[in-house]
């Protein structure tokens, strides 16, 4: 079986009813582990070394958070910075993350209207974690599918519930 890690960044966690729950997803499945950012580095000292080792062990990767203005969460971004090393882009036959697969789960407050053409925000969320995605692929990480949560603080608990299923399920065929 695959070996699944959840990079998990939330910043303000405690305050997200819907993460709280869809982070749930992930529990009492043997090859999914989840490392949840803002616990691991408070400080924001991210220990590159073990991470790049970490990585290596696994063979897809699923980056969970919400957007924050627009974009990642500043640990997740710095993350994404320290760890991965640019080596690896010239080495992609050696690279320890050479062929991995990755998995986006993103939950956004506004709502899919929003971030339509004529939304507010005028483009779709996903426009938004373009630097991520870039930053997978050029690294050879492969990213399977990007699964956008809108109106997270607004979910009804059968809504919540649904994403929830998906999630697991997703989780557990990797």
Same mark, same amino acid.
């Given at each position: 079986?695959? &070996?699944?890690?959840?990079?998990f960044?939330?910043?303000?966690?405690e305050?997200? !009813? +819907?993460? #709280?729950r *869809?982070?749930q997803?992930?529990?009492?499945?043997?090859?999914?582990t989840?490392?949840?950012?803002?616990?691991e580095?408070?400080?924001?000292?991210?220990?590159?070394?073990?991470?790049r080792?970490?990585l290596m062990?696994?063979?897809?990767?699923?980056?969970?958070?919400?957007?924050?203005?627009?974009?990642?969460p500043?640990?997740?971004?710095l993350?994404?910075?320290?760890?991965?090393?640019? &080596?690896?882009?010239?080495?992609?036959?050696?690279?320890?993350?050479n062929g991995? !697969? +990755?998995? #986006?789960? *993103?939950?956004?407050?506004?709502s899919?209207?929003?971030f339509?053409?004529?939304?507010?925000?005028?483009?779709p969320a996903e426009d938004?974690?373009?630097?991520l995605?870039?930053?997978?692929k050029?690294?050879?990480?492969?990213?399977?599918?990007?699964?956008?949560i809108?109106?997270?603080?607004?979910?009804?608990?059968?809504e919540l519930?649904?994403?929830?299923?998906?999630?697991?399920?997703?989780?557990?065929?990797?």
């Amino acid at each position: 079986m695959n &070996k699944t890690l959840v990079i998990f960044a939330h910043p303000y966690f405690e305050h997200s !009813k +819907a993460n #709280i729950r *869809l982070i749930q997803a992930y529990q009492n499945i043997e090859h999914v582990t989840v490392r949840d950012l803002y616990e691991e580095y408070p400080d924001f000292n991210i220990a590159a070394f073990k991470e790049r080792k970490r990585l290596m062990v696994y063979d897809t990767i699923i980056f969970h958070f919400p957007m924050i203005w627009f974009g990642m969460p500043p640990l997740l971004k710095l993350w994404i910075d320290e760890v991965f090393d640019m &080596k690896w882009v010239s080495e992609q036959d050696s690279s320890p993350v050479n062929g991995k !697969k +990755a998995y #986006i789960v *993103l939950t956004a407050g506004g709502s899919q209207t929003a971030f339509s053409p004529d939304g507010i925000y005028e483009n779709p969320a996903e426009d938004y974690i373009k630097t991520l995605v870039q930053s997978l692929k050029i690294n050879n990480i492969s990213v399977e599918q990007v699964i956008t949560i809108y109106n997270s603080d607004k979910l009804s608990q059968q809504e919540l519930n649904d994403y929830y299923q998906n999630i697991r399920k997703l989780a557990l065929n990797t």
